[in-house]
């Protein structure tokens, strides 16, 4: 047993030692890290390494069964779910993979829908929507419902939606997940513009390189724990085939070297791992987080 501590004051969010299992798998194991304000943080990592279940306890959406999750100093975690509602609704912006729109309400109407359930006015509501959907380059749908438009259109709507209610935290969840290429791209300009020119805290899952590469800082899950470096199927044999035997064996020492290091760097509360925002390394709660983490050959 640990005893709860405040988080750093530079930290807006603030997660300690957080365990989830879900079905009776472990989805998180003594995941630990802190976002600054402002920051574009991305959570990298394969499908199924954690990153939504990250996203839903640093959202209050979802209590770990162990650990902390701190919001500009406020413990989430023990918060009544009528007050972590709240938070969600007045301090949270939240993008899911694919759209979810009233499909009786129009563009606009969806996009205004956050401030309008903050109790804001119709019209400064309807203005807000407006901008952002003109931002994000379809402003002649406004008046379109969500049958009417494409899969890429409905998912701007509900980023709009985010964007419109100006939240100190917005969580992205794999938000070009539906997207061409090039919608990506100016959707992700957009997204991180946004965020940095009103001062917008973004906490954004992905498992795309592209995507986490416009972040601040990145920070990867693999099978619910933090890692330095993601292990790829089949890299030693594209060494060995690209460069020989001899080639792989040092193509290997490194990787191993570089788990090592890794290693050295996650050994939980008391490990020397903590850095600037990680409150505890990247290790667990027992200070253990070697498992799953096989000699890897792509530094993160």
């Known amino acids: 047993m640990y005893a709860m501590v405040a988080p750093p004051d530079n930290d807006v969010l603030w997660a300690r030692a957080l365990h989830v299992t879900l079905n009776g798998s472990p989805a998180l ?26 996203l839903r306890c640093l959202s209050g959406q979802l209590l770990p069964h162990k650990g902390e999750v701190w ?7 023990t918060m009544s779910p009528l007050v972590r509602e709240r938070l969600r609704r007045d301090r949270f912006g939240w993008i899911d993979p694919k759209p979810r729109l009233v499909p009786e309400l129009n563009a606009w109407e969806n ?16 203005t807000a ?30 980023i709009a939606r985010a964007l419109a209610c100006t939240p100190s935290v917005l969580f992205a969840d794999e938000p070009t997940a539906p997207l061409h290429r090039a919608d990506r791209a100016h959707v992700l300009r957009t997204l991180t513009t946004a965020a940095r020119s009103h001062g917008i805290t973004v906490v954004l899952a992905t498992h795309d390189a592209d995507v986490a590469g416009l972040a601040d800082r990145t920070v990867t899950l693999l099978d619910g724990r933090r ?28 990787a191993e070297a570089t788990e090592t290091s890794g290693a050295t760097e996650s050994t939980g509360a008391s ?30």
């Open 111 to 126: 996009a205004a829908l956050g401030l309008m359930l903050r109790g804001g006015a119709r019209r400064p509501a309807r």
């Open 227 to 254: 890692v330095h470096t993601v292990h790829l199927p089949g890299d030693d044999l594209a060494l060995a085939g690209a460069g020989g035997g001899a080639e792989t064996a040092a193509a290997n020492g490194a």
């Open 129 to 158: 929507a407006h901008e952002w959907l003109e931002r994000l380059d379809i402003g002649g749908c406004a008046r379109k419902r969500p049958h009417a438009l494409t899969q890429a259109e409905r998912q701007r709507v509900a």
């Open 71 to 77: 919001f500009n100093s406020t413990p989430v975690h």
């Open 29 to 54: 194991t003594g995941v630990s890290l802190g976002v600054r304000e402002s920051e574009i943080l991305a959570v990298g990592g394969p499908r199924g390494s954690g990153k939504t279940t990250l």
């Open 271 to 300: 490990g020397s791992g903590a850095g600037p925002g990680d409150p505890e390394g990247s290790g667990g709660a027992d200070g253990s987080d070697t498992e799953g983490r096989a000699a890897c050959s792509l530094s993160v």
